[in-house]
């Protein structure tokens, strides 16, 4: 018997259940603390999505969960387990400052768009080509590599910041601003040129390269030769050098284009909402990245799902913890922690039972289709 699941079962509701186990044993501790499960679940939701303001946040947030979750789930398919979001969206961020700062007097905003896409890409890939670079080659672990790669390029960038970069007459850590002419349109001026009021936000139009970055992936793992080659060497490594593949060439690629993804963060944190660069824009989203990842089956559109649940729940967690004095930020951590937990350690964990539902409705799906 074929025990295979179709993609829509595997992708949608395998991971719709693992989130509902935990929502429900989150439940149960917020039942403990003498809090009402139900009551807190609703102030998740109202905070996330109940006024556009705080839609935009949670849009905002999920922005930099897609191209995290992006940069892990093309390295999965290589067979790669990419731990250095952190690092790769902090050194993106300081390539794109770095750009806007020399030609913000110069090139026009249309210039200097695609300027900073580049940019922060060609930073974010950098620093993730040294790991590959030295797992391909000479044998080093990509997970301990990347992992050592967060603390520099955070030492790094303490050092450029506080030494190197900081804003004359500033104690802060931080550099001068952006010329005005070059911040991301916001997404509530977008509509109000449109004549569609909304609250403000910090959500601007990287929101729409991150929606573009997930078709680009799903074009590039799926439907060309690259791709293929890619999840060849992630399905068997060995056999894929044998078939005439170039295994290391396909690891360094595969992790300069994860690197290059996460490097995005810096596109909307830094020319989107901070327009300079300061430290720790980046905390927080290159882990949580990976379980968007392990959360979306390493798909670009379950990353999207994946993502959205992450926003909804950093932005309505902080609400539920205005609402809720009892569930501090601490708790919507625990929260966060137990849906990472079922998707990611025990992602698998109900998949046979879910097998064996879906293998005896097919079945009498095709006996009802004999008897007619």
């Given at each position: 018997m ?12 395998v991971?719709l259940?693992?989130?509902?186990l935990?929502?429900?044993v989150a439940?149960?501790?917020i ?6 499960p139900i009551?807190a679940v609703g102030?998740?939701i ?5 006024s ?5 946040y949670?849009?905002?947030y999920?922005?930099n969960?897609?191209f995290?979750g992006l ?8 067979g ?18 770095l ?7 110069s ?7 695609p300027l900073?896409?580049?940019a922060?890409?060609?930073?974010g890939?950098a ?5 590959a670079y030295?797992q ?7 997970v ?6 967060n603390?520099i390029?955070?030492?790094l ?5 506080v030494n190197v ?6 104690m802060?850590?931080?550099?001068r601003?952006f010329?005005?002419?070059t ?9 109000g040129w449109v004549g ?5 936000s910090?959500?601007?139009m990287?929101?729409?390269w ?6 680009l992936?799903y074009?590039?793992?799926w439907?060309?030769?690259w791709g293929y ?5 992630g399905?068997n490594?060995?056999?894929a050098?044998?078939?005439g593949?170039?295994t290391r060439?396909v ?5 300069c ?5 996460a ?8 020319m989107?909402?901070?327009?300079r660069?300061?430290?720790?824009f980046?905390?927080g989203?290159?882990f949580?990245g990976?379980a968007?990842?392990l ?11 994946a993502s959205?649940l ?5 932005q309505g ?11 501090t930020?601490?708790m ?5 922690g137990l849906?990472?937990?079922?998707s990611?350690a ?5 998949t046979?039972?879910?097998?064996m539902?879906?293998h005896?409705?097919?079945?009498r ?7 007619r």
């Open positions: 074929n025990t295979e699941l179709p993609r829509w079962v595997d992708i949608g509701v991971p259940i693992n989130i509902l935990a929502l429900f439940g149960l501790i039942l403990f603390i003498g809090e009402n009551e102030h998740i109202t905070g996330a999505f109940g556009s303001e705080g839609t935009g949670t849009l905002y999920t922005t969960f897609i995290t940069a892990v789930a093309i390295a999965f398919h290589a790669l387990f990419n731990i250095g979001g952190e690092g790769q969206a902090y050194i993106g961020g300081l390539g794109i400052g750009a806007i700062l020399a030609f913000d007097g090139l026009p905003m249309f210039l200097l768009v900073g896409i580049v922060c890409a060609a930073f890939a620093w993730a080509f040294i790991p030295l391909a080659y000479r044998g080093s672990h990509i301990i590599t990347t992992i050592m790669f603390f390029a955070s030492s960038m303490v050092y450029l910041l970069m900081n804003e004359p007459g500033q802060s850590p931080q550099t601003e010329a005005e002419y911040f991301l349109p916001f997404m509530h001026e977008i509509l569609i009021k909304v609250d403000r910090p959500l601007n990287s929101f729409f991150a929606l573009i970055c997930c078709v992936i074009f590039y793992i439907r060309t030769r080659a890619l999840r060849c060497v399905a490594a060995t056999a050098h044998y078939a593949i170039d060439r690891i360094v690629v595969t992790m284009i994860s690197g290059g993804l490097g995005f963060v810096g596109f909307n944190e830094l989107g909402v901070h327009h660069i300061l430290l720790n980046h905390l989203y290159g949580t990976i968007v990842a959360m979306g089956r390493n798909h670009p559109v379950g990353v999207i799902m959205l992450f926003g909804a729940l950093y967690g902080t609400e539920l913890s205005f609402e809720m004095p009892k569930i930020r601490e919507v951590i625990v929260i966060q849906i990472i937990l079922f990611g025990l992602a698998y964990m109900i046979p039972y879910v097998e539902v879906w005896v409705l097919a079945g799906k095709a006996a009802a289709a004999e008897e």
